[in-house]
């Protein structure tokens, strides 16, 4: 167990539809991470936070938008989803956010598209 | 899209042969890292490299920077059935923040 917590574990949803997805970092952690896993991809970075500030950003699609609240919890929306949405979603912490922090990856949530 | 070219993709080995993978980018990385990922669940950090030419050790898992800073190898020794998964390479750059780039992955069954 990393102590970092995703909800769900699995969502089924339609395309056009729009989902939320949940993670609590480890205790004490600062940053934030979002990958995404698909098939044809593979591991993707999306975005990170630090402290609820935006440090970095990967591919995220403008249909994606994130966010982490003053009490370090991150939320990832995906808006008008779309078949190829579907894929794991990673969250990961970090204690400062810096290139050699350790990342401890949560258990994902599984994400399809109808 | 990906950047670290991982191979090979696949090995399928005996319970007790060593293993070999590695990791090549066209462009440097101050950081190469070293992740599994088992069925169901997040990757997990094996080792990490912050210097190049550095060779680390965790248990009979070995690592190496590659003096170019633009490749890492990961070798398991003895490997037992529990090795089974899937081993990605990473690469973090100081200017980019924590963002982690993958490789493919290579997926490892033994056969006991």
């Known amino acids: 167990d990393s102590g970092v917590t995703q909800t769900p574990k699995h969502l089924i949803t339609a395309t056009g539809q729009r989902v939320t997805l949940r993670c609590s970092p480890r205790?004490?952690?600062?940053?934030v991470y979002w990958y995404q896993q698909s098939l044809d991809q593979g591991l993707q970075f999306l975005i990170q936070?630090?402290?609820?500030?935006?440090?970095a950003k990967g591919n995220i699609l403008e249909r994606f938008s994130a966010q982490q609240f003053p009490d370090l919890h991150s939320e990832l929306n995906l808006s008008s989803l779309e078949l190829g949405d579907s894929a794991l979603y990673f969250c990961?912490?970090?204690?400062?956010?810096?290139?050699?922090?350790?990342?401890?990856f949560g258990p994902g949530t599984r994400l399809t598209v109808l | 899209g990906q950047q670290l070219n991982q191979s090979p993709q696949s090995m399928f080995i005996q319970e007790g042969e060593d293993v070999s993978m590695n990791c090549t980018s066209s462009?440097?990385?101050?950081?190469w890292l070293w992740y599994k990922q088992d069925p169901g669940e997040g990757p997990v950090l094996l080792i990490a490299?912050?210097?190049?030419?550095e060779l680390t050790s965790n248990g009979r898992l070995t690592a190496q920077f590659g003096i170019t800073r633009k490749d890492s190898f990961l070798n398991i020794s003895a490997s037992i059935p529990s090795d089974v998964g899937i081993y990605f390479c990473?690469?973090?750059?100081?200017?980019?923040?924590?963002?982690?780039?993958f490789g493919q992955g290579t997926e490892l069954s033994v056969k006991p």
């Open positions: 990961a912490s970090s204690l400062s956010g810096g290139a050699t922090d350790t990342q401890y």
């Open positions: 205790s004490g952690d600062l940053s």
């Open positions: 936070y630090y402290n609820g500030e935006e440090r």
């Open positions: 462009s440097i990385f101050n950081t």
């Open positions: 490299l912050y210097k190049a030419g």
């Open positions: 990473a690469g973090q750059r100081y200017n980019q923040g924590g963002k982690l780039i």
